[in-house]
């Protein structure tokens, strides 16, 4: 995949849907995602068996084929590999990016960071875009960082100008608007849509969301 892809996540402001223990299917959540225009898709099961999760990536890369949006996995470099997704996502105590590189010239190659100095390392380190957060406080992940707030974020995604941001932690449809502002260009959510009575819906109410921060003009 070239670099024109992963600038696809600079756009125009999007939604980055993280794939963890939906109340649905995961293809059905994906179907629904790529109707909707989301930016990327990254599949996030850190307890299915290696088969099970290259399973798993088959069948959505079949959903995400030939549709403008990315599918992600998160640090299964081998798998992102055998399943033909778009890219990897790494947290800073995953593999080097330099490894996923080495491994397959064409992967997306996205680092999860939480100050600038990790933003500036990733950045320098060939990363194609960079995961900042935790922006709210969060129970997705219960080891993550303290939550770095709309300043953290603003700070944070200035050193890496050029560099497509995708905010996550605690983001959902009420406050995705004021992440986009303080310069995300994607919000990455897990529980606000996977979690949801509804996850079909809250997905569209939250590309909703996204689209009125862009302005006018928002397709």
Excluded: W
């Excluded at 399973?55 to 081998?78: F, K, Q, W, Y």
């Excluded at 200035?158 to 560099?163: I, N």
């Amino acid at each position: 995949m070239d670099s024109a892809s992963a600038r696809a996540l600079a756009g125009k402001p999007g939604v980055y849907l993280v794939l963890t223990r939906p109340v649905v299917p995961h293809v059905t959540l994906a179907h629904a995602a790529v109707r909707l225009g989301v930016g990327a898709i990254q599949l996030r099961e850190k307890t299915l068996a290696p088969l099970q999760l290259a399973g798993l990536a088959r069948a959505l890369r079949a959903v995400t084929e030939g549709t403008p949006t990315l599918l992600i996995i998160n640090d299964a470099i081998d798998v992102a590999i055998a399943s033909g997704a778009d890219g990897v996502h790494l947290g800073q105590g995953d593999d080097d990016p330099s490894r996923a590189r080495a491994a397959s010239p064409d992967l997306i190659v996205g680092v999860s960071v939480s100050t600038a100095g990790e933003a500036r390392r990733a950045a320098a380190g060939g990363a194609d875009y960079l995961g900042i957060g935790p922006v709210f406080a969060t129970e997705t992940k219960p080891d993550a960082a303290a939550a770095i707030g709309l300043a953290g974020l603003a700070e944070v995604a200035a050193v890496v100008p050029g560099t497509p941001t995708v905010a996550i932690g605690g983001i959902d449809a009420e406050n995705a608007p004021s992440v986009i502002r303080a310069g995300a260009d994607h919000v990455a959510v897990i529980s606000c849509v996977c979690h949801a009575p509804d996850p079909q819906a809250a997905l569209a109410r939250l590309v909703t969301s996204v689209g009125r921060s862009a302005g006018p003009g928002y397709a």
